[in-house]
């Protein structure tokens, strides 16, 4: 009996270690299948069917990026693949520019519309932004249709097929193999990006900006970003796609098409790379093989497949709300990343301040909203190598001044110093520059991103490489000193045996100390704390009270808000009171014990 028992752990290893090896080479099995296919003796049908779905797999590669990681919704791919396809079509025809060079003007006029609507529209939030998407994806739709230049409804015809040194590629297997060219380089370029410190820049901001840009994120920069490069990519499928039909015309390029991109991307897996693949190919085959057979089954021709597709995606999203590709993350256990980087070069640390050194200077600080005041004239100091608490009862407004301090909210009055420099009024991300991090009241956490990728977003600033080298792989010597580092403050805050767990799977207190240690990962010199004791057992309050005392042996400041008396009293140099917004009092940790108006602010008066 006990050896069938013992031996239960070693057979679920053993399945999980299998797992992880079908997840680690199963992408390369798919490279493989994609590029063995056209060399089967397959139908030329089916050879044309497998280029369409590569090149739908392009625009919805870029909805993966911008729509299943960062959620931010666009109806707009397929106005994208509309510009590429309409500037290779105009010069090769009226020009007789070369197919190869309308591709990187294509790019080059893609970007630039790109650019500038997305620092438009990606200022929006909420239902503003697919609204906004649809709105200019109908703009270009009826430019599209309605300039002579461009043929109107009709569109352009005549346009050349590709050649490679004079020879002509065709419509089928060797475009076929010129589209998944393009379609596999894009993949892997996305799965390195999206390993990097740029790509966990861009899974933080499907949480909102507030968290990413305490990070020092910049998240308009990015979103304007990753929305330039998923149009670019929709636009390499229009240069594909005009030279594989001989003749573009505005139908394919409308909001239908958009939509349809969008239903791709859900059905495969809107987060997962390779789910872009799938997405395509299913849907693709489910609508000719529908328009086939449907009309068989009802015996009456119509668009009876557009209510299938309906009915399936609600049942995808009932029952996989992932997508398909889900089922595989699913089904194989996740391979834990290796760790490479122990003997990485240790980050360049920040030099700390002179003990005494004022870091945080509040002056008068007041912030209302509407006729409420908040903060009412709020005045304290924080020093080097001093931990001040912030104390008072719900509703004092401390929450409120971390956001006036960190620039989250602006201050209707007074001043914020750090370090002698002006910083209200100063974005979170150019006051996480100069030195000053902090953890939330509310957790903010990326729950699919692990415990360590979650650390390694507080050293963001600390990196410099940027997309382009993530995806040419050029920054690995950078990551595996980002990764040290987060490591090294994971072990500090007792989590460095969960770092490959994913961060939504942790106790409420283990994801407050993860906080810290991604607050810790961007080395400051003031460090504020936002009720970091809660929901941590005393074990794990007496370990976090033995981390503070380290950081203050440091040089670090600290500002702590924080309901646990205990720990306060155990920590803390210097304690300012609030009540109603206003300052109460501050003292020694003693003066405020024994301070009639704090007993009356917790407690109440007898009348």
């Known amino acids: 009996m006990n050896t069938a028992v013992s031996s239960q752990p070693a057979a679920q290893d053993a399945l999980n270690a299998k797992g992880s090896a079908l997840r680690r080479y199963g992408p390369w099995a798919l490279v493989a299948v994609i590029v063995l296919l056209p060399l089967l003796p397959l139908p030329e049908f089916w050879i044309i069917q497998l280029n369409y779905i590569g090149l739908y797999a392009l625009p919805v590669l870029g909805l993966v990026l911008l729509t299943g990681v960062a959620g931010l919704t666009s109806f707009g791919q397929a106005a994208f693949v509309g510009i590429g396809a309409y500037t290779t079509a105009w010069l090769t025809v009226n020009l007789g520019v070369s197919p190869w060079l309308t591709l990187l003007i294509g790019l080059g006029i893609t970007g630039v519309s790109a650019l500038v609507i997305g620092a438009i529209t990606l200022r929006m939030s909420g239902h503003y932004l697919p609204l906004a998407t649809i709105a200019w994806a109908l703009s270009l739709y009826y430019l599209m249709g309605n300039v002579d230049a461009l043929g109107k409804y009709d569109g352009i015809l005549g346009i050349e097929g590709l050649t490679i040194f004079g020879y002509e590629i065709g419509q089928r297997r060797l475009f076929y193999g010129l589209v998944w060219l393009f379609v596999l380089a894009a993949s892997f370029a996305l799965v390195r990006l999206l390993d990097s410190r740029s790509g966990r820049a861009v899974r933080a901001l499907a949480r909102g900006s507030q968290m990413a840009e305490a990070m020092g994120i910049d998240t308009l920069r990015h979103k304007v970003g ?85 009915i399936l995606l609600v049942l995808v999203l009932k029952y996989l709300p992932d997508g398909l590709w889900s089922f595989v993350d699913r089904k194989f256990a996740r391979a834990p990343r290796k760790v490479d980087w122990h003997d990485a070069a240790a980050l360049p640390k920040r030099a700390m301040p002179a003990a005494g050194e004022v870091l945080l200077d509040v002056q008068a600080v007041r912030k209302t909203f509407g006729g409420l005041v908040a903060v009412n004239d709020i005045s304290f100091q924080t020093r080097a190598g001093q931990i001040v608490g912030l104390i008072g009862p719900n509703g004092a407004g401390k929450s409120t001044t971390f956001n006036l301090v960190t620039g989250v909210l602006r201050a209707s009055g007074g001043a914020v110093n750090f370090r002698g420099q002006r910083i209200d009024g100063l974005p979170s991300r150019r006051i996480a520059r100069l030195g000053m991090s902090r953890t939330f009241q509310h957790v903010k956490l990326v729950p699919e991103m692990t415990v360590l990728e979650n650390a390694a977003l507080g050293a963001h600033l600390r990196g410099r490489k940027g997309p382009l080298a993530a995806m040419l792989r050029t920054d690995r010597t950078q990551e595996r000193e980002l990764l040290r580092e987060a490591e090294r403050q994971l072990q500090r805050v007792g989590l460095g045996e969960l770092m490959h767990e994913q961060a939504g799977n942790l106790a409420m207190g283990q994801q407050r100390l993860l906080e810290i240690a991604r607050a810790l990962a961007a080395d400051p010199a003031l460090l504020l704390l936002d009720e970091p004791a809660a929901g941590l057992r005393h074990k794990e309050k007496q370990a976090l009270a033995e981390v503070l005392r380290g950081l203050r042996a440091e040089g670090m400041g600290i500002l702590l808000v924080e309901h646990d008396m205990s720990l306060v009293m155990d920590v803390c140099d210097h304690i300012v009171v609030m009540e109603f917004g206003t300052h109460l009092m501050e003292g020694t940790p003693a003066e405020v014990q024994r301070s009639e108006k704090v007993r009356a602010a917790y407690l109440g008066t007898e009348h």
């Open 226 to 310: 990753i929305f330039v490069l998923a149009a670019m990519l929709a636009s390499i499928s229009g240069w594909l796609f005009a030279h594989f039909q001989r003749t573009v015309n505005p139908s394919p390029f409308g909001l239908k098409m958009g939509i349809e991109y969008l239903f791709m991307a859900v059905m495969g897996g809107a987060a997962h790379v390779w789910g872009a693949i799938a997405g395509a190919g299913v849907v693709k085959v489910l609508e000719d093989q529908l328009q086939v057979l449907l009309p068989m089954l009802i015996g009456t021709s119509g668009s009876y497949e557009v209510i299938v597709f309906g």
